[in-house]
């Protein structure tokens, strides 16, 4: 049986911005633990973690610059989930996305003939480039060839995003409803909450948690495969994904995930499971025509099948866990 909700928490609390009440969850902790007679972590025969993926203000909270519509619904869906099965998650993860102003995927990195920054979602290309369409406005041979190498990947086209995900700003940390069950978790569970900061390289975009879209541009690394995060997750027995976005960051990191089982150990395929209920796509730009890697909830649609034909289950936070 599900565990109930904790008395501090309200589903309309996922939505909002507010300071997170750290001694109320901390009390709360205590007598929840006490009164299910929760173990230690530890102790867990079957280890299970919970991977929230983005799960930030930036994404996640209406009026950011980045909110994914459906984040809001998708938050409320996990938190249910995490409550409910608070005794049976070994470990909670969340990367945050973490960027600054000057990065190759902001408006500030780019200007046209006139000197005027790109508007956000805007495609730029190497062709756009060459031919004097967007300049860069710092780091012109590096820039062009990053996007000669992301174009040559297959992966994306290079999107000029809205400022977001700021380090120091308000948009960064995780929407506060998802810091207080991580920390609920924590203290109920005994065991620390697993942070993972990723996109800090401004020569980059950085959707997958586990690797940059490019990790060498004109012979300068500006990443790598995360193997330390990757050998964490998958000495679990499962591993439940879930956040924000769909088309994005979860689907890169599913990517990366299955890329890299399918070269060490294809079995452990089925160790990961993806809640699909729990995580929203970007909307596709208002272009005419679009083009069809711009379509991001087709994208994803189609990536999450392919995935689950690959071994990885898609799930619904409603389905039990049966273990």
């Given at each position: 049986m599900a565990l109930p909700i904790p008395r501090f928490h309200e589903d309309a609390r996922a939505g909002q911005l507010y300071l997170e009440r750290v001694g109320e969850i901390s009390d709360e902790a205590r007598r929840y633990a006490e009164a299910h007679?929760?173990?230690?972590?530890?102790e867990d025969r079957v280890r299970i973690a919970a991977f929230g993926i983005d799960v930030q203000v930036a994404?996640?909270?209406?009026?950011?610059?980045?909110?994914?519509?459906?984040?809001?619904?998708?938050?409320?869906?996990?938190?249910?989930?995490?409550?409910?099965?608070?005794?049976?998650?070994?470990?909670?993860?969340?990367s945050?996305?973490?960027?600054?102003?000057?990065?190759?995927?902001?408006?500030?990195?780019?200007?046209d003939?006139?000197?005027?920054?790109?508007?956000?979602?805007?495609?730029?290309?190497?062709?756009?480039?060459r031919q004097g369409r967007w300049r860069p406005t710092r780091h012109p041979e590096?820039?062009?060839?990053?996007c000669e190498r992301l174009e040559a990947s297959g992966k994306y086209v290079l999107t000029v995003w809205p400022y977001h995900a700021l380090l120091g700003g308000l948009s960064h940390p995780l929407a506060p409803a998802m810091y207080e069950a991580s920390l609920f978790h924590a203290l109920a569970r005994d065991t620390p909450t697993w942070f993972e900061l990723k996109g800090e390289h401004p020569l980059t975009e950085n959707y997958s948690v586990l690797s940059p879209e490019v990790t060498e541009v004109r012979?300068?690394?500006v990443g790598e495969f995360?193997?330390?995060?990757?050998?964490?997750?998958?000495?679990?027995?499962?591993?439940?994904?879930?956040?924000?976005?769909?088309?994005?960051?979860?689907l890169s990191t599913l990517m990366d995930l299955r890329q890299h089982l399918e070269k060490t150990d294809r079995s452990k395929l089925g160790r990961v499971f993806i809640l699909e209920d729990a995580m929203s796509p970007v909307p596709a730009p208002p272009l005419d025509p679009l083009p069809p890697a711009l379509d991001f909830p087709r994208v994803a649609e189609a990536a999450l099948r392919e995935l689950q034909q690959a071994g990885m289950r898609v799930v619904r936070t409603t389905d039990p866990l049966d273990v």
């Open positions: 007679r929760l173990r230690p972590a530890r994404f996640c909270i209406p009026g950011a610059s980045l909110f994914v519509p459906g984040a809001v619904e998708d938050t409320q869906r996990a938190l249910r989930w995490i409550y409910g099965n608070l005794d049976r998650l070994t470990e909670l993860f969340f945050l996305d973490t960027h600054r102003a000057f990065q190759i995927f902001h408006p500030a990195w780019w200007q003939a006139s000197g005027k920054p790109p508007p956000p979602l805007t495609p730029i290309t190497a062709a756009d480039i590096e820039s062009l060839a990053y012979g300068q690394k995360n193997t330390k995060l990757f050998d964490r997750l998958m000495s679990f027995d499962r591993v439940y994904v879930f956040g924000q976005a769909k088309s994005h960051c979860v």
